[in-house]
T-cell receptor
Framework: GQQLNQSPQSMFIQEGEDVSMNCTSS?????WLWYKQDPGEGPVLLIA?????ELTSNGRLTAQFGITRKDSFLNISASIPSDVGIYFC????????????FGKGTLLTVNP | EAGVVQSPRYKIIEKKQPVAFWCNPI?????LYWYLQNLGQGPELLIR????????DSQLPKDRFSAERLKGVDSTLKIQPAELGDSAVYLC?????????????FGEGSRLTVL
């Protein structure tokens, strides 16, 4: 089946630094999404991308839908302690195939 | 507005015992999902409901897992008998009809430990 490769697996950064993480797939998706999961909570949607090449921002977060439709990246600028958590990418084919395929996540730790 | 509510939050059982998880989705969300999240992994779909109909249960291990959503609102996921490998977090999510945007609203999850 489809698999998403997220990198890096984990990151340790200082407060105020920028962060970049990415997600690649062996097959195309028509929708890319980024979710964040805090400890003991369920994932929460951060950004959704619906068009190849699309660049979308949500506050300090910026995500892009790769032009090949096989990758996406997420940037976080000026990190703060509450950015700590696990970031998951997810792909969706769309149309009649609603199913989300999740990556394994990137664990972000921010040192104050 | 209340989010997706799950219970129990934590459950510890011995292997071969049964266990059940309950989920109440966001009001008005016709689509309900159960996901399995193993440690260090992303969520994996077990079953998806459109109202009371299970439209995708292809990933549900039907020999021991069952689910129901009798009135098209809340749902129950059952495991009987539980095995050691079932230790994981069981996440419930809901979305507006079809989930075509990919925007799912997740509950806090039910963490199962099988001893």
């Amino acid at each position: 089946g489809q698999q998403l490769n997220q990198s890096p697996q984990s990151m340790f950064i200082q407060e105020g630094e920028d962060v970049s993480m990415n997600c690649t797939s062996s097959s195309i998706f028509n929708t890319w999404l980024w979710y964040k999961q805090d400890p003991g909570e369920g994932p929460v949607l951060l950004i959704a991308l619906y068009k190849a090449g699309e660049l979308t921002s949500n506050g300090r977060l910026t995500a892009q839908f790769g032009i090949t439709r096989k990758d996406s990246f997420l940037n976080i600028s000026a990190s703060i302690p509450s950015d700590v958590g696990i970031y998951f990418c997810a792909g969706q084919l769309g149309g009649s195939n609603y199913k989300l395929t999740f990556g394994k996540g990137t664990l972000l730790t921010v040192n104050p | 507005e209340a989010g997706v509510v799950q219970s129990p939050r934590y459950k510890i059982i011995e292997k071969k015992q049964p266990v059940a998880f309950w989920c109440n989705p966001i009001s008005g969300h016709n689509t309900l999902y159960w996901y399995l999240q193993n440690l260090g992994q992303g969520p994996e779909l077990l079953i998806r409901y459109e109202n009371e109909e299970a439209v995708d249960d292809s990933q549900l291990p039907k020999d021991r897992f069952s689910a129901e959503r009798l009135k098209g609102v809340d749902s129950t996921l059952k495991i009987q008998p539980a095995e050691l490998g079932d230790s994981a977090v069981y996440l419930c999510a809901s979305s507006l009809a079809g989930g075509g945007t990919g925007e799912l609203f997740f509950g806090e999850g039910s963490r199962l430990t099988v001893l």
